[in-house]
């Protein structure tokens, strides 16, 4: 009986293969590359308006007080939005003159929404709202972190400062700020010229500072239930003047994170922004941000994030050259809510005042 011989590939059909494999790699990797990052696209502004309405809902079901959604950042590169409703007013004295601020608890009923990994929000602040020195506004205060994060006399598009400050202190809150979309009890409509910063309770993750009054009789971190934990400290506070409510509510404190509420919002991604000043984001944060316990940006020699570039980016001027052109290609979004429906409308930015021509 006779053997067939054995087939074996030559080393030349072996190469053949090898590159049709790296072939077809080399077209499908892209391919489905570009359908993950469309369909991660599409996934940030789902999540943003499910944010959006959220805030709303909070409003309508709240029988005390306004609804707003909050932003929050957390390192890792994960930007967050969490639904609140406002249970009281404190005059904060944290500046030494006696300021009323809205303070705002977390609906537990409502789950949190994240954003896809990398992805960001930001807000428009009016001009001299944010990055402004000794101002009578401690928001977005460019003493209270590293100074070249916001323009001074311009616009700024704010990023939601809440995770980097010193989690094993008391009085850290000055270094939270953040922003919000508020609407109004009852009705769900947007609170629009609302101006009064609010303290929104987001507990510090450590427990270092709790076993001293009086953050050991009031401890956010351990509440079951932080709506009537804030409220019967209001309470207590209207009956006796003397309890020092600031330590525990004020924008000092490291339980919360001072807010505003804005009219319109970016959603970017943050690796995009970072790749237009040649940076990379940090490996610890996931952001321009650095690992820092006070707001910095990476850092790279001859490569710096200047805040009117930066504005510029989110706005459309891709390559930075101050001038809208064909030749930018915008990849952040901008919306606006709508007054009565709280929904989010897309508009088109409009240039920088003297930054060239209209898109």
């Known amino acids: 009986m006779t053997r067939r011989p054995e087939r074996s590939f030559t080393l030349t059909e072996l190469i053949i293969v090898m590159a049709v494999i790296v072939l077809l790699l080399s077209i499908s990797i892209p391919a489905f590359s570009a359908l993950l990052d469309s369909s991660n696209r599409s996934l940030a502004e789902t999540r943003l308006r499910v944010a959006i309405a959220l805030g709303r809902e909070a409003a309508l079901r709240s029988d005390h007080g306004d609804g707003?959604?909050?932003?929050?950042?957390?390192?890792?590169?994960?930007?967050?939005?969490?639904?609140?409703?406002?249970?009281?007013?404190?005059?904060?004295?944290s500046d030494g003159t006696p300021v009323p601020r809205d303070v705002f608890v977390p609906v537990r009923e409502l789950e949190p929404?994240?954003?896809?990994?990398?992805?960001?929000v930001r807000a428009l602040a009016p001009p001299r709202a944010a990055g402004q020195s000794n101002s009578d506004s401690p928001w977005y205060d460019?003493?209270?972190?590293?100074?070249?994060?916001?323009?001074?006399?311009?616009?700024?598009?704010?990023?939601?400062?809440?995770?980097?400050?010193?989690?094993?202190?008391?009085?850290?809150?000055?270094?939270?700020?953040?922003?919000?979309?508020?609407?109004?009890?009852?009705?769900?409509?947007?609170a629009l010229g609302e101006t009064r910063e609010a303290l929104i309770l987001a507990p510090s993750p450590s427990t270092a500072f709790r076993n001293a009054e009086p953050f050991k009789s009031h401890n956010f971190l351990a509440a079951q239930d932080p709506r009537a934990t804030v409220r019967g400290l209001l309470e207590r506070q209207r009956i006796s003047p003397s309890l020092d409510v600031t330590r525990l509510l004020?924008?000092?404190?490291?339980?919360?994170?001072?807010?505003?509420?804005?009219?319109?919002?970016?959603?970017?991604?943050?690796?995009?922004?970072?790749?237009?000043?040649?940076?990379?984001p940090d490996r610890f944060t996931g952001s321009l941000y650095r690992d820092k316990q006070t707001p910095e940006y990476v850092r790279q020699p001859g490569f710096l994030v200047e805040p009117e570039?930066?504005?510029?980016?989110?706005?459309?001027?891709?390559?930075?050259?101050?001038?809208?052109?064909?030749?930018?290609?915008?990849?952040?979004?901008?919306?606006?809510?709508?007054?009565?429906?709280?929904?989010?409308?897309?508009?088109?930015?409009?240039?920088?005042?003297?930054?060239?021509?209209?898109?």
């Not at 929404?113 to 960001?120: N, Y």
């Not at 009219?263 to 991604?269: G, M, N």
């Open 68 to 93: 707003a959604v909050v932003f929050f950042f957390e390192p890792g590169g994960r930007c967050y939005a969490a639904a609140y409703e406002m249970v009281g007013t404190i005059p904060d004295e």
């Open 113 to 120: 929404v994240s954003l896809p990994q990398g992805w960001m």
């Open 142 to 190: 460019r003493d209270n972190g590293h100074r070249d994060r916001y323009a001074d006399d311009d616009r700024n598009w704010v990023f939601p400062e809440t995770a980097f400050f010193d989690p094993t202190k008391s009085n850290e809150g000055r270094k939270r700020q953040t922003f919000m979309v508020r609407f109004r009890q009852g009705t769900g409509a947007l």
């Open 250 to 280: 004020g924008d000092m404190a490291s339980d919360t994170v001072l807010a505003r509420t804005v009219p319109q919002l970016v959603l970017y991604k943050e690796r995009e922004l970072a790749a237009t000043f040649r940076l990379q």
């Open 309 to 359: 570039e930066l504005n510029a980016w989110l706005e459309g001027d891709s390559n930075k050259d101050g001038v809208w052109t064909a030749d930018d290609q915008a990849l952040a979004r901008s919306f606006v809510v709508q007054r009565y429906g709280g929904g989010l409308q897309e508009v088109a930015l409009a240039p920088v005042p003297g930054g060239g021509a209209d898109r």
